[in-house]
């Protein structure tokens, strides 16, 4: 299957060249990479342009931006302006992070998922951190969920869904919508993708905040809220994110902030969340 990459990079120069390396070694190599350098201020974009020099399908797009890091926004904004680079020509869009080392074999066995089953709508391994020199799970969802760092959609579901949304939980409500249209959405643990930086490393306080409001924006209600958001600060082993999640919900409501999804959509997200919930605990 013909698959294209695009990679948001800020200020990447210190893990860029693996990602890139790790893709210039698979076994099946990717028909196009555009790497996004948004606004860095250090060797990303000259790193890039190295191995744009010895592998042609991979290119540079520049862009500007404010250099705050807001999750969600400023990344899917990074990767419009790549795909939109792009001709429709492929069968799988991939979204990924500059910060990963994927196994060689990682996208031959994506693409033996999506041409087993016409259903399959999205396809991801699983994101491990160094700790204490050994590669550990990194354990921040549930397992049939793929992590933002490495999305891979099949191009009628992408379009389907009408591309990334620019804002935090876009790498929710993309699983979410593959659910309410029908699609079915694989992970792979024989996938490990090596994630060099720690999930949330450079979120500050209001970025906490938007995890709060993502979960309204999602359609998801104040009980389901609730309880995602304990979930989430028990997983992230900090509590008082609990509180932070509750405020920026709040606040989300507050302001009538408008939703990522249709009514009919946020009706169907809070009886799959809760249907799923009762599953758990019974």
Excluded at 162 to 171: Q, V
């Amino acid at each position: 299957m013909k698959y294209y990459i695009v990679i948001p990079a800020h200020n990447e120069e210190d893990f860029i060249a693996l990602t890139l390396q790790s893709l210039i070694s698979q076994t099946l190599l990717p028909k196009k990479v555009v790497v996004v350098n948004d606004n860095s201020n250090d060797k990303t974009a000259e790193i890039v342009l190295a191995f744009a020099k010895e592998n042609p399908f991979i290119t540079l797009v520049n862009k500007t931006s404010e250099s705050i890091h807001l999750p969600g926004s400023k990344v899917i904004q990074a990767f419009h302006k790549g795909f939109e680079t792009l001709d429709d020509d492929y069968d799988v869009i991939v979204k990924l992070d500059a910060d990963l080392i994927l196994p060689n074999n990682y996208f031959d066995r994506i693409s033996s998922i999506f041409e087993k089953d016409s259903k399959v709508g999205m396809a991801g391994g699983f994101a491990y951190i160094e700790k204490n020199d050994n590669w550990i799970l990194e354990n921040l969802t549930d397992k049939d969920h793929i992590r933002g760092a490495f999305k891979a959609y099949r191009k009628a579901f992408f379009e389907q869904m009408g591309n990334l949304k620019p804002a935090m939980g876009w790498d929710t409500v993309d699983e979410l919508l593959a659910k309410y249209y029908g699609w079915k959405v694989i992970t792979d643990s024989s996938l490990i993708v090596k994630h060099l930086k720690p999930t949330g490393a450079n979120y500050n306080k209001t970025a906490r905040y938007k995890q709060g409001e993502a979960f309204y924006t999602l359609g998801y209600g104040f009980l389901i809220t609730a309880i995602a958001s304990a979930k989430l600060a028990i997983m992230k082993k900090k509590p008082s994110l609990f509180l932070d999640y509750i405020r920026g919900y709040l606040k989300a409501k507050s302001a009538k902030t408008p939703l990522l999804v249709t009514n009919e959509q946020a009706i169907f997200i809070r009886k799959y969340r809760l249907e799923k919930m009762k599953n758990k605990i019974f």
